[in-house]
């Protein structure tokens, strides 16, 4: 079996049941599922931020007990995506300073950006998905990431020339980030119409801006794998790699978005 059909057998059965429990369960329920998912990616980033096998499983630890107390403090959502979104910018730094901000990932500060990547998203997920419609919303978000994703994979394989970031991904184009941008809107907003949401009028640059976080997600793992000399994150999914490998762009797209909305609506 090719690694394309791989990729496509799993990203099917892991979308299915994504949109199953987006839409059926409660978001308590919700939140704990996707906290599970999140600590496994907890685990995967201590592993490539230079953590022993032992300290891996205590950073998992960290993560939870840390997730748990912005949950007990009940701090502002806007506040928690802001927070989540001014990492991502400095992320952005990281990218453009490749290779000289390298160090950061394999070095004690390399974990503590880890909280600011995963606890944010985690919550303003679950924020997002209690919201008045937020399942729907939710789906908004998830499609409007995998819009990006497949139309930057086919737009790039079909049209790339230029390339995005060579030295950090060498098979990333603007070409088919503008595919991705593309898809992404359509899809997104085709799931907005049919589910009847009221879409702002600043719906479009919210989902632009939300692409282009997403595209920094992914940038900014592949950073982190380069330091820590992965290909992977992991062997969880057949043909994907790690839970890091699949949520990377997710975690800096939710608190954009969800910032985002807050903003315009």
């Known amino acids: 079996m090719s690694v394309l059909a791989k990729r496509v057998i799993t990203a099917s059965i892991l979308a299915a049941g994504l949109i199953t429990a987006i839409l059926l369960l409660p978001t308590g329920a919700f939140a704990g599922l996707i906290a599970f998912f999140i600590l496994l990616g907890a685990r995967e980033w201590g592993d490539l931020s230079g953590c022993s096998p032992a300290g891996s499983v205590g950073y998992v630890g960290l993560v939870g007990v840390l997730a748990a107390g ?22 952005l730094g990281l990218v453009f300073a490749h290779p000289r901000g390298d160090w950061l990932w394999r070095h004690p ?7 600011l990547a995963i606890i944010p998203a985690w919550f303003s997920l679950a924020h997002l998905h209690g919201l008045d ?58 799931i907005a119409m049919a589910a009847g949401l009221t879409i702002p009028s600043g719906f479009s ?30 062997t969880l999914f057949p043909g994907h790699g ?13 608190p954009v978005f969800v910032l985002g909305l807050e903003l315009v609506t």
């Not at 500060?109 to 909280?115: C, H, K, M, Q």
């Open 242 to 254: 790690g839970v890091l490998d699949r949520v990377d762009s997710l975690l800096a797209a939710t």
């Open 109 to 115: 500060l390399g974990r503590a950006a880890g909280l």
């Open 205 to 234: 640059v919210v989902a632009a801006v939300t692409v282009a976080a997403s595209v920094v997600g992914d940038l900014g793992e592949s950073l982190l794998k380069r330091a820590a000399d992965r290909k992977d994150s992991g």
């Open 70 to 91: 912005v949950v007990l403090a009940e701090p502002a959502p806007v506040a928690v995506a802001a927070v989540g979104a001014a990492w991502w910018l400095g992320v």
């Open 133 to 190: 419609d937020g399942p729907w919303w939710v789906l908004v978000l998830m499609f409007t990431i995998w819009g990006a994703d497949t139309g930057a994979y086919f737009a790039g394989r079909a049209l790339g020339r230029h390339r995005l970031a060579p030295s950090v991904s060498p098979g990333k184009t603007w070409e088919g980030a503008i595919g991705g941008l593309a898809l992404a809107l359509l899809a997104g907003s085709a």
